[in-house]
Nanobody, 124 residues
Framework: QVQVVESGGGLVQPGGSLRLSCAAS????????MGWYRQTAGNQRELVAT???????TYADSVTGRFTISRDNAKNAAYLQMDSVQPTDTAVYYC??????????????????WGQGTQVTVSG
């Protein structure tokens, strides 16, 4: 099994900054992609940013130039630096991890895992 734990959410004023952290642990062979998605009530979960094991990143248009995703492969961790936040950034943010999991002797399985979500509220 694999556990994904997020931290760093909270209340921030418009124009402020916040940093989200995500760490994966368990029977991990390798992680090929990590990312952040967000969801508001009544809406589908949407992509915020992803980072591949190669270091390649993708961003939603709405956060490009304001948010930065980074990754620490040694710690199986990813971070989302959120700058110049806006009220429209208010959402529950979920960490996504795509990985190869050790599921048996000499057996690896490609699986996706999600964190429990962390609330980010931009208001003030």
């Amino acid at each position: 099994q694999v556990q994904v734990v997020e931290s760093g959410g909270g209340l921030v004023q418009p124009g402020g900054s916040l940093r989200l952290s995500c760490a994966a642990s368990g029977n991990i062979v390798s992680i090929w992609k990590m990312g952040w998605y967000r969801q508001t009530a009544g809406n589908q979960r949407e992509l915020v940013a992803t980072v591949h094991s190669s270091g390649a990143t993708t961003y939603a248009d709405s956060v490009t130039g304001r948010f930065t995703i980074s990754r620490d492969n040694a710690k199986n961790a990813a971070y989302l630096q959120m700058d110049s936040v806006q009220p429209t950034d208010t959402a529950v943010y979920y960490c996504y991890v795509g990985l190869w999991e050790l599921t048996g002797p000499n057996r690896q399985t490609n699986r996706d895992y999600w964190g429990q979500g962390t609330q980010v509220t931009v208001s003030g």
